[in-house]
């Protein structure tokens, strides 16, 4: 039988209960809410699983959410099983003033340089990472720049904000 | 002058051990006649052997991601132009899918089957370089010269549809900015004809030449496990002999309609991927051809729908014909609207991904319901994969490492955002 999201659920529910939460299916993709420091369980579960075989990491990245008190930095999973090509997302969420999150790429090699680029722009830290440095911004920048309190522009500049467009 | 040379005073300072060193370092780029882009490896070489390489990226990086937070949905597509600039117009249309997708969109089959045409277009234009590439970097420079030619006369074609040649920003959400004029046609039906007879040529002067199969059979080859540990997609995954391609898998834009071949190859080595794409521009040659008659199929049954370029639904989207404008009140409030970026977009979290020339393009968009995304990231395949181009060359010739280089059809743009 395929594999289907329900079944992809069931499995995971079965395997860690209540403590994956905020399940939706938003636009075909199913994704899930894990505690961050269950993201490698998750994953290898995920991995190893001879029905689920989700072993090809999609992408990584990260989001910054300022409002979310104690857990506003979202890291951002994409998996594929392409056996039975079903995708799916999983997020983690740490606090900015210690983003700690154990690394995927002793189980992905793919998940190496998608963690430096996650690193250089958010500042997670990717415990175990055998080589977190920045990737795409110089060495010596002390700032991450797409946390959300560094604006693109001059920031006294206020023509190009939503208020001015009647929101 | 030997005074000179070994007065310790001498700004050049090497340390200690590197006179004991037996092996070479090689800084090679960031700009090298050979890297075709802005990419540094510092190699350790032992006479002709690289023994270890560290890449360097992050040269031409550009900020999209940051930037396309403050931009209105329609001024993000010319950034996406600029990602893998070889296939622009693959990127342009998947994000104009990300966005439908995000707004429930559905489009005429006639609109899907142009932006098949010209997605394919531009995978046989990503393809010809590349592959001609391949064959420059092992000393025949006849045939990049020769195919060259016929990438012109793809831009061409583009240049007909929109205006612009390789930064295309080609397309609009729903639809295209106006209508397929009958020259594009022509120009396209002459490129189909003559196009054929020149791939065969080319593929005659190189698929069993002796010494290009010699320098290129064995070398930097990666198998399926690694491919898919590495997160390869694309022309370079099939070449390892995993048949994965997104617009068969998660099809897209009425590809499930066409009937066409996916080549793989056995080894992943630098013939393979030179194979697989050889194949690829065939099967997009077919796929254009089916597209066509698929139009005219439409065109015949339904002569309306000869003037449907873009959605009705996505008139909201579609800035209105400039005549429109400057007499139409409608049409005036519409374009404000949409020049301003005024069009609400519906909160939501979307992951849309095409098959774009090097690979799995995806889309991360969240949006909250403002002008501009809240979050836009980039899925770019060549960031992904030459991770493991060290592994690859690793105790292989430089000169392997090279062709290694131009056969995983590394964009910069598209590496370094």
Redesign the interface.
Known sequence: MALTNDIVKQKLTDKFGEQLTDWEV??G?M?FRAPAEMNLKVMQFLYDDEELRF?????L?A??YPDRKGEELCV?Y?MHN?TD?I?L?FKIYVPVEKPDVYTASKL???A???ER?TYD?FGINFIGHPNLI?????DEMDYF??RKEYP??DPTRRD?D?EM??? | MSEQLTNTQHHIKLSEESLQKQTTTLNLGPTHPATHGVFQNIMEIDGERVLETVPT??YI?R?F???A??RPYYQITPLTDRLNYCSSPINNMGWHMTIE??LGLKLPKRIEYLRVIIMELSRIADHLVCNSVIAVDTGALTPFTYVFQYREKIYEIFEEICGSRLTTNIGRVGGFERNFTPASFTKLNDFLKTFPKVMKEFESLLNRNRIFMDRCIGAGPISAE?A????FTGPNLRAAG?D?DVRV??SYSSYEDFDFKIPVGTVGDVYDRFMVRNGEIWESVSIIHQALEKIEKIEKEFPEQKDVFFAKEAEHFHIPAKEDVYTKMEALIWHFKII???IDAPA????H?VEGGNG?V?Y?L?SDG??TP??L?F?RPC??????YPEMVENGLLSDAIITLSSLNVIAGEL??
């Open positions: 938003p636009y993709i994704a072993r090809f990491m999609t992408d990245t989001v910054h951002v994409h392409l090509n995708r997302r992905f090699s793919a190496n340089w998608m680029e722009f920045r990737i795409l911004n110089v720049p797409m693109m522009e190009k939503d467009f009647g929101r | 990226i992050g990086h900020a991601e940051k930037i937070e403050r997708k995000l690694r898919l540990n590495y997160g995993v994965y898998a998660q301003m970026g005024e939501g979290e979307v992951y991904s799995e995806g991360y969240i403002g002008r809240y979050r990231h899925r960031f992904i994969y030459y991770q493991a370094d955002a």
